[in-house]
């Protein structure tokens, strides 16, 4: 079956998921989107977990992070979208950034380790759909962040800014790039920036910007010294829950013209599996506690976790991975995951407050 697609994946998981979580009408938007991307692909559902929220975002993994000189061979699928794509400005400028980093020894392959495109799910959605997209930058240990900081940052700067300059079609406001400067000028040592997002589906003049190893009970200060000009007062209980629980709390705020009022803190675990890890129950205990997740989507949430065996989809797999498959022999096995990724608390000053868990789902490889 050479034409599998993500979307075989998807028919897969779906039995798995709760209407409670995806409803069908959204599953329905969400085929299409996977069926550009291949079997390769990963796929991530943005699920709200509040009562009367229903809203789903998708995001697919369109790169990984096994490089070697010949490139990253997912980008290159990007690159060489059908003519369709390449005729929508949006599309147009991802490939052109995707070919960007497809060039070796360029600033953007050396520090970009992996690209997802994030799908707003509509009602009524576009034919084709304009995605957000986020880039990873390589992560570091803390030692290097410690030992290098001063080189890192500058690196990390002019990665974020070739990238968006890219983009962007050199239309980056200064204002924003000066804001973007004093972020990462003020990351406390050991903190880093984990992505950068440019909201191209949401048409926000902004930039969304991940950062990772700021402690919680600092989150404050570094907010006040960037210039966000609010407080957390109202959610400080609950970011102390979460921290406790979680093995990383990661920041995420938007740099416009100013730093953006709201806010968003990700919580993750280091094994992502909620069958195996009791630490995603209390992360949900927590969030049903202040209210923030409903008991239907408490139980669909702990349920998703698994794995899906290619001898019980065998119309479904990729005849590639099959193949991989009987090379390997008996001791392994083709399979189809399905992982709860995080949980993001988003908060804005004006009180509002929302939880939501993010569902991944994809093909790999497991030892018996």
């Given at each position: 079956m050479s034409s599998?697609?993500?979307e075989n994946y998807l028919q897969v998981v779906y039995p798995h998921l709760s209407p409670e979580l995806v409803s069908p009408t959204a599953l329905a938007y969400i085929h299409p989107i996977a069926k550009i991307f291949p079997s390769s692909s990963e796929g991530l559902f943005e699920c709200r977990l509040g009562a009367n929220k229903s809203n789903v975002d998708f995001s697919v993994l369109a790169t990984n992070s096994e490089r070697n000189h010949h490139g990253l061979e997912k980008v290159n699928l990007l690159v060489n979208l059908p003519d369709k794509f390449s005729a929508n400005p949006i599309w147009k400028r991802i490939q052109n950034f995707c070919y960007a980093c497809d060039q070796p020894n360029s600033i953007l392959s050396r520090n970009i380790d992996n690209i997802w495109l994030e799908f707003d799910i509509e009602e009524h959605p576009q034919l084709l759909p304009t995605p957000s997209l986020f880039l990873g930058l390589k992560e570091l240990d803390s030692e290097q962040c410690s030992n290098q900081i001063s080189s890192i940052s500058t690196e990390q700067l002019q990665t974020v800014k070739t990238a968006l300059y890219i983009l962007f079609n050199d239309d980056v406001l200064p204002v924003i790039e000066n804001n973007l400067g004093i972020c990462v000028n003020y990351?406390?040592?050991?903190?880093?920036?984990?992505?950068?997002?440019?909201?191209?589906?949401?048409?926000l003049e902004a930039v969304r910007v991940n950062i990772?190893?700021?402690?919680?009970?600092?989150f404050e200060d570094y907010l006040s010294q960037?210039?966000?000009r609010y407080s957390i007062k109202p959610i400080q209980q609950i970011i102390r829950s979460l921290a406790k629980i979680a093995d990383a709390v990661i920041l995420n705020i938007d740099i416009g013209t100013s730093i953006f009022p709201k806010i968003g803190l990700e919580c993750l675990l280091n094994n992502k599996s909620t069958r195996c890890e009791p630490k995603w129950q209390l992360l949900l205990d927590c969030l049903v506690e202040h209210k923030l997740c409903t008991p239907e989507k408490y139980d669909a949430v702990l349920n998703w976790s698994g794995y899906s065996?290619?001898?019980?989809?065998?119309?479904?797999?990729?005849?590639?991975?099959?193949?991989?498959?009987?090379?390997?022999g008996d001791k392994w096995h083709s399979i189809c995951f399905r992982n709860l990724n995080h949980i993001k608390i988003n908060y804005h000053p004006d009180g509002d407050l929302e939880a939501?868990?993010?569902?991944?789902?994809?093909?790999?490889?497991?030892?018996?």
């Open positions: 599998c697609t993500l990351l406390p040592q050991d903190s880093q920036i984990l992505y950068v997002g440019a909201m191209f589906s949401r048409q990772s190893g700021i402690p919680a009970e600092s960037i210039g966000w065996h290619e001898k019980d989809y065998p119309n479904l797999w990729s005849d590639t991975f099959s193949n991989v498959s009987r090379l390997l939501k868990g993010y569902l991944a789902f994809g093909h790999t490889f497991v030892c018996k």
